[in-house]
């Protein structure tokens, strides 16, 4: 098993992204880039703590791999704008990849580079990642838990349509 942190905006709807992809074995929600001592959804939403929204996939590389991941993370986010998707504005929505090893690093590069190339302005940062602190338990499976939710359903299905249209034989 091998495990990636993914910051692409709202973790709700990151989290429900990649939960519907063959191979990943565990997404939870939650913090990284900052302090232990503010890895809390309050705090963190006031976007000075430091912390990066993300979701630490866990996946079974034998089944699905990390470019096929980062291909799914750099087509349901936006990769272009600094700190912010959508109508969520703040650091703490920055568009990042936290890996483990420079291996990972190497592959997360190489795609950057070649959006790049074909005119994507990419500013996903790339970091070794961090200390990770998941989130609260009522933000894990947030989708699936509050189906009624309005923000929910006003960000989640299109990236869900975007997913099934382009990735259909990545899921589950």
Not at 7 to 22: D, I, P, Q, Y
Not at 47 to 73: K, P
Not at 99 to 116: G, P, R, V
Request: charge should be negative; glycine fraction near 8%; include cysteine.
């Amino acid at each position: 098993m091998r495990s990636i942190l993914l910051g692409g905006g709202c973790f709700w709807c990151t989290e429900s992204v990649f939960g519907a992809l063959k191979g990943v074995q565990s997404v939870v929600s939650g913090y990284a880039g900052g302090s232990a001592d503010t890895a809390n959804y309050q705090a963190v939403c006031t976007g000075t703590t430091g912390h990066v929204e993300v979701v630490q996939v866990v996946y079974d590389d034998q089944v699905i791999d990390l470019s096929q991941i980062l291909a799914v993370f750099f087509a349901t986010h936006d990769p272009t704008t600094p700190n912010r998707q959508g109508n969520d504005i703040g650091t703490q929505y920055a568009s990042v990849i936290f890996y483990e090893d420079n291996t990972d690093k190497a592959i997360a590069e190489q795609l950057i580079n070649e959006l790049i190339k074909d005119g994507i302005p990419v500013v996903t940062r790339l970091e070794m990642a961090p200390q990770f602190y998941p989130a609260e338990s009522y933000h894990q499976n947030y989708f699936a838990n509050n189906p009624t939710q309005p923000y929910c359903n006003f960000a989640i299905p299109p990236k869900l349509a975007k997913l099934r249209a382009s990735f259909a034989e990545l899921l589950k």
